[in-house]
Structure formats: C-alpha cells, structure tokens
C-alpha cells in the first residue's frame, strides 16, 4: 500500500521593479496593499507588498513590488495581469508615461507548489517523521507558528511552547541559592589571588633589599681607615 503524498498547493507570483512608490513621501517605507478580485477583474485576492532601498532589497531611487495569489490554473501572467495594469504604467520610456502610476523597469511572473505536511495525508507516517510546510502565498507567519506548535507537542508533549521568559526583576533568590549561584565573572575571584600573591611577594623584595643595605659598608672614598703595622699607626683619609 503506497503512502498517500500530501497536498500541493499552487500559488501564482509577480516581481516587478518600479521607478516610484504608490505612496510617494520623504520617508521610505514598506506598503503593503490587498486587492480585491472585483477590483482588477482577477479570478482571487491578490496581495501586494512593495519595498524600498531602505529595506535593502533593492538601490535607492527604485522599489521592489512583489504580487501573490492563489493559482487558479492558468499561468502566473494570467492570474495577475489585470491587476499590474490597475498598479503600473508599462511605457517604455519615462516620456511615454503621464507619472501617475509607478513605471516598471523590469517584471517576471512564475508560479510557485507548496506542499502543505498539515494534512491527514502526512498521519500515515513514521511517528519518528516529521514534515514541514513550504512557504505559500501568505505574507504573514500565523500559520508557520500554529505549524511550529503542532510539531513540537509531538516531539515535547510534556513541555510549554516558547514559555516567557520572567522578568529579572521578579526573580527572587533564598540566600542558599544566592551562595550557591556561579559568580558573574568566574576569573575575578582568580584575579584577586594573583594580586595577593604578588603583593606578598613585592614585600619581601623590598624586606630583603632594606636589610641588604643595612649589610652594606660605607663607600670607601668618604671613610676614614685605620690600619696598624709593626706597632705604628697609619691613619688614612679621603683625598
């Protein structure tokens, strides 16, 4: 018996370079569109996303239009044709175009599976199998996080999904925990012995070196020496 494959599901997609913004304005920012079917005479909702050189998707002074919708069986261009003539001025030169519209540089459609693992489909699975879904027409990550947290009840059934973490400052310590905690800076308490040491050890330098001096006999050119031979006395001085 075959495993059956889970569903594929179809998007149709747009990717347009326009010279202008739909919202024209000194701050750059990302616009985020939905257009009816009725709107543009388009067989479903499409979703319209357009980025600024502020966004990094693009050089400045240009702006990136992505256009999603769900296929409905004719190709990418069809789907969603009549809706870049609604948003765009298609001229070739920026003479030919009165500047009411973004004018498109350059534009590509395609069409875009998606296999959805949410399915029944995938429950005849390996229980040690798990699949994920492709990215689909969506904009948004509500269905990627509900996804997410169906999985990981199966892997970790016992375990919260992305607790939140507490506030520091509502972490209270009994003063056994505090003692046992691991010191912030494991080195510091290190640190300090070494500079003990070598404070000990710079003292007894400098002990040794005052009774070294103590030790030392005067110089001999600010002495005075007294020496006797054969009885006589010899007394000497510095010169």
């Not at 257009?35 to 990094?56: D, G, Q, R, T």
């Not at 798990?130 to 059934?157: K, M, Y």
Request: proline letters at 8%.
């Amino acid at each position: 018996m075959s495993t059956p494959l889970p569903t594929v599901r179809a998007g149709s997609r747009g990717v347009f370079i326009t010279d202008k913004s739909f919202k024209p304005g000194t701050a750059e920012s990302i616009t985020l569109l939905t257009i009816p079917p009725h709107a543009a005479n388009s067989p479903s909702l499409v979703k319209v996303i357009e980025l600024p050189s502020a966004s990094y998707a693009c050089p400045k002074r240009v702006f990136v239009v992505h256009l999603t919708c769900k296929s409905s069986g004719r190709t990418a261009k069809e789907d969603l044709e009549s809706t870049a003539e609604l948003l765009f001025d298609f001229s070739d030169t920026a003479d030919a175009s009165d500047g009411s519209k973004p004018r498109v540089l350059w534009r590509m459609y395609f069409s875009q599976t998606a296999i959805d693992a949410s399915g029944e489909e995938t429950a005849s699975l390996p229980g040690n199998v798990l699949l994920t879904s492709q990215p689909d027409t969506a904009l948004g990550f509500e269905s990627v996080i509900e996804e997410a947290r169906s999985l990981f009840g199966r892997v970790c059934p016992d375990e919260e999904f992305l607790p939140t973490p507490p506030d520091p400052e509502d972490i209270i310590y009994e003063p056994d925990e505090v003692e046992s905690l691991p010191s912030a800076n494991p080195g510091h308490e290190e640190d300090q012995d070494m500079e003990k040491g070598s404070e000990d050890q710079g003292r007894e330098v400098n002990e040794r070196a005052e009774r070294t001096d103590n030790d030392v006999l005067p110089d001999s050119s600010d002495a005075c020496v007294t020496e006797e031979f054969s009885g006589s006395k010899v007394e000497g001085g510095t010169a």
